[in-house]
């Protein structure tokens, strides 16, 4: 049991520094290298999940194992309080993450969501490779994706043909280094944590790192001015 104690302390300890250092450390950290944030932002979140899963069924443990060794006459108390000793663990665990996000609240917005295609008209433009290019009847410069959809507004579409096409390819990179699928798990975390700072911190760096992965994906294909100018205008 001493050793479960011991394992506890340290996947409680991973998880706390996860959770407290992550905004802080990994925040404006991969601008160059998106990709690999990404990479490593999701290795971190799982590997947090899986401790904490893993803590809380050495916990769960600990009640059977107490049962075991009354069984065998082990020495009352002691045994009793060597299985309420995780529980405790875990209390203190969650004052301290509900502490940490006090400090932490301050750094995160949480953004309102919701669907703008379901309140917009929309007209099919053209294809763009296996796109369709879908204009929102919407003033403005806005650019969004679903599926292998793109949506511009119709400003967009006044743009220089340079810039339209690097557009075009940044939404184009988002569908297919498949970024939805990214958004939509960071924004699931959001509604089953959003008490949690690090959940907040999670889903803002994520969706950033997958706009600089997007322009990477573009420039590659289109000359960076004409990206950088043309994205200049979307706020």
């Known amino acids: 049991m001493e050793t479960s104690i011991y394992l506890l302390v340290v996947l409680i ?62 020495e009352i108390w002691f045994t009793l309080g060597a299985s309420i000793a995780p529980w405790l663990l875990l209390a203190m665990a969650g004052i301290l993450l509900a502490l940490s996000n006090q400090k932490l609240e301050p750094m995160f917005q949480a953004a309102k969501e919701f669907d703008l295609l379901s309140m917009l008209s929309v007209r099919e433009v053209e294809s763009f490779h296996k796109a369709k290019v879908y204009e929102l009847d919407v003033p403005g410069f806005i650019a969004l994706t679903r599926n292998y959809e793109i949506y511009l507004s119709r400003d967009v579409f006044a743009l220089p043909e340079r810039q339209l096409q690097a557009i075009y390819w940044h939404e184009y990179g988002h569908i297919r280094l498949r970024h939805q699928r990214l958004k939509r798990f960071t924004s699931l975390m959001m509604q089953l944590a959003p008490w949690f700072a690090v959940s907040r911190g999670f889903s803002y760096e994520i969706s950033k790192l997958c706009e600089l992965a997007a322009d990477k994906y573009a420039v590659k294909r289109v000359y960076s001015k004409d990206l950088i100018e043309a994205r200049r205008l979307f706020s």
């Open 13 to 74: 300890e991973y998880v706390l520094l996860v959770t407290t250092s992550a905004p802080f450390l990994m925040a404006n950290r991969f601008s160059k290298a998106p990709e690999l944030g990404i990479a490593i932002w999701f290795g971190l979140f799982f590997s947090a999940m899986a401790a904490g899963i893993s803590a809380v069924a050495i916990a769960s443990w600990s009640v059977i194992e107490t049962w075991y060794r009354l069984q065998e006459g082990a």
